[in-house]
């Protein structure tokens, strides 16, 4: 009898045990509390058909690059703060994330401010002559994954977003100078597919130097598959461009710059009225009550304590947008803003569990359904290292450490040393159960 015909048949085959922790599904994004940007968020994704999380979080980032240089938010205590807002949308290609962006931005790209992928000096460059600018990547992947993001420079990339999120100082150090540029503001977007997505949210230094904790992240459910051919509506189009002209009236005002030479910032004070405050503190007193242990939040309270800063941003935003010279931010808009930022951080605690799983159990996963869907179930480790789907397995030390996490859990099995496979006797070979 042939070695192959001892393969244990498929339906007799043990579960295997999941290697990540259970996935749950993206939450409805909150399109009531997008205030006046509701309008052409629901316009852009019925003509894009992409998801509206995506539509959302593209408004809000040109809505922030549009008034943060106007004026600075009051939070709790007191302080004023930039009402810049730092984004991250994970969708996989085929999302239409670009697609969208572009719809609401109406050729934003064209002008100096906004910069796509660059690097630290690439980004202080332009913060030097634009004193409010847009870091808008809509493949944000070659950014994270490049020269910005390599080990020796991550943290001073990460240091330079936070500084900027504060409205703090940033420095370039050359050799023989110093420059220090003072009242800058930036909003980042990063587009970014998911593989490349779980390599941000799983680094550590990400989450403990403060990045991630300042960021607005979703991953809303796909809708490829999902979407049908249909004419777009003319009332739609109308919608998308009166946002379109907001966003370049607000971009076309003169910046509150007293300087013209050194060009740093100097906004207005925007506080909020009685009745936002007494409920932006009811809102902190839950939020807090939330991190205790065993709590809701307990596992992501980096990201609650900011939750109530997050909401100040996001109300200044929308009252901004509405009105440039508004004198203060009103009850109706700091509901927005705290629904909006509860949302953001029931987002992060989804994510980051997911995310906080050991990367080599990540790449195992990515193995394992890869190999479920291979039309064979018996294959051999060159398989792995000729034709996997990440260039990291085609490594022999990383497949044979994968392989050994799958089989560990039951997801494969070593076959009989002589196994025939692909017409040829195998020293080592493994079936998919």
Same mark, same amino acid.
């Given at each position: 009898m042939p070695a192959s015909s001892n393969v244990i048949p498929l339906h007799a085959a043990p579960a295997g045990r999941p290697l990540l922790p259970a996935a749950s599904h993206a939450a409805t994004y909150s399109t009531k509390y997008l205030g006046p940007l509701q309008p052409a968020v629901m316009a852009a994704q019925r003509i894009s058909q992409a998801p509206v999380a995506i539509a959302a979080q593209s408004a809000l980032a040109l809505a922030s690059l549009a008034v943060q240089g106007f004026a600075n938010v009051e939070t709790l205590g007191g302080s004023f703060r930039p009402v810049s807002l730092d984004l991250v949308t994970i969708a996989?290609?085929?999302?239409?994330?670009?697609?969208?962006?572009?719809?609401?931005?109406?050729?934003?790209?064209?002008?100096?401010r906004v910069c796509g992928e660059p690097t630290t000096d690439g980004l202080f460059r332009v913060l030097k002559s634009n004193p409010s600018a847009g870091l808008l990547s809509d493949e944000a992947g070659s950014f994270l994954g490049g020269y910005a993001m390599k080990a020796a420079n991550a943290q001073r990339t990460y240091g330079t977003f936070n500084s900027l999120w504060d409205g703090k100082q940033i420095k370039l150090a050359r050799q023989k100078e110093t420059t220090t540029l003072r009242g800058r503001r930036l909003t980042v977007h990063l587009m970014v597919q998911p593989s490349a997505a779980a390599r941000l949210l799983s680094d550590p230094m990400a989450e403990s130097i403060g990045f991630l904790p300042r960021c607005l992240i979703v991953e809303p459910e796909s809708l490829i598959g999902k979407r049908t051919a249909k004419a777009v509506n003319p009332k739609d189009s109308e919608t998308v461009g009166f946002f379109q002209m907001r966003l370049r009236a607000l971009l076309d005002m003169p910046l509150p710059i007293p300087d013209p030479e050194a060009l740093d910032l100097d906004p207005r004070k @925007?506080? +909020?009225?009685? /009745?936002?405050?007494?409920?932006?503190?009811?809102? $902190? *007193?839950?939020?807090?009550?939330?991190?205790?242990?065993?709590?809701?939040?307990?596992?992501?309270?980096?990201?609650?304590?900011?939750?109530?800063?997050q909401a100040c941003?996001?109300?200044?935003? @929308?009252? +901004?947008?509405? /009105?440039?010279?508004?004198?203060?931010?009103?009850? $109706? *808009?700091?509901?927005?803003?705290?629904?909006?930022?509860?949302?953001?951080?029931?987002?992060?605690?989804?994510?980051?569990?997911?995310a906080g799983a050991d990367a080599d159990m990540q790449l195992a996963e990515e193995l394992r359904v890869w190999l479920q869907a291979r039309p064979s179930k018996q294959f051999v480790t060159g398989d792995v290292l000729q034709y996997s789907p990440r260039r990291v397995m085609h490594k022999k030390a990383m497949a044979s450490k994968l392989l050994a996490i799958l089989e560990e859990h039951g997801w494969i099995r070593r076959l009989p040393e002589g196994t025939m496979i692909d017409g040829a006797p195998r020293k080592t070979g493994w079936q998919v159960l």
């Open positions: 996989k290609s085929g999302e239409r994330k670009s697609t969208v962006n572009n719809l609401l931005a109406g050729g934003l790209d064209e002008i100096e @925007l506080p +909020l009225s009685d /009745d936002a405050r007494e409920y932006l503190a009811k809102f $902190d *007193d839950l939020i807090e009550r939330k991190q205790a242990s065993g709590e809701e939040f307990e596992v992501v309270q980096a990201f609650a304590s900011k939750t109530a800063e941003r996001i109300a200044g935003v @929308l009252t +901004l947008w509405r /009105d440039e010279n508004a004198h203060e931010v009103d009850l $109706d *808009d700091m509901k927005a803003g705290c629904g909006l930022a509860l949302y953001y951080l029931r987002e992060a605690r989804r994510l980051m569990g997911v």
